[in-house]
């Protein structure tokens, strides 16, 4: 899984701004959040229109942008 800084400029570029904050991961299914630009988000959840939070792990995030996936 490539993560942001790996992909293209060109792709970078047309990404949202994206302003992390805390997480908390749990096992209970949907039970973790992500605060990303300041939205308190969970696994499934639009971050900004066409960028989807896919899941959310120890240490990273998958989000999908253009139909590709990224870590965060």
């Known amino acids: 899984m490539p993560r942001l800084q790996e992909l ?3 792709l970078r570029a047309e ?3 994206l302003k992390l904050g805390g997480a908390m991961v749990s096992d209970s299914p949907g039970g973790s959040l ?3 630009n300041d939205q308190l988000l969970h696994e499934g959840d639009t971050v900004a229109p066409g960028l989807l ?3 959310i ?3 990273s995030a998958r989000l999908r942008w253009k139909g590709r996936a990224f870590e965060v």
């Open 53 to 55: 939070l896919e899941q």
């Open 8 to 10: 293209s400029g060109a």
């Open 34 to 36: 992500l605060v990303v």
């Open 15 to 17: 990404l949202p701004t």
């Open 57 to 59: 792990g120890r240490r």
